[in-house]
Nanobody, 123 residues
């Protein structure tokens, strides 16, 4: 089970950190990704991190503004978001899969999904 948290309302240019905590799993064997779905839009890839945290990948739209990291001892993956824009407004979902050794952008690679946390960026 994955639990996403940390969403909220922030002004444009602000920062927010969302977290994804795993329960009942050894998180270090899972590749993890963050995805988001904005109103009226399809789900899109945001960022991914490998099992060890040594490899990361970002969508072009967030590169340089977002940073994904993980603390396997705490079974948690973080997404630090800076310089937020109104177009970053979405429900953010974390996902994990133990068959991912590196990073993956395609949602179908992930078999376990969290419930999502709302991030709203006001202009």
């Amino acid at each position: 089970q994955l639990q996403a948290s940390g969403g909220g309302l922030v002004q444009a240019g602000g920062s927010l950190r969302v977290s994804c905590e795993a329960y009942g799993r050894t998180f270090s064997v899972y590749g993890v990704g963050w995805f988001r779905r904005a109103p009226g839009k399809e789900r899109e890839f945001v960022a991914a991190v490998s099992r060890s945290g040594s490899s990361t990948d970002y969508a072009d739209s967030v590169k340089g503004r977002f940073a994904i990291s993980r603390n396997n001892a705490e079974n948690t993956v973080y997404l630090q978001m800076r310089s937020l824009k109104p177009e970053d407004t979405a429900v953010y979902y974390c996902a994990a899969d133990q068959n991912i050794s590196g990073t993956r952008r395609t949602p179908s690679w992930y078999d376990c999904w969290g419930q999502g946390t709302q991030v709203t960026v006001s202009s």
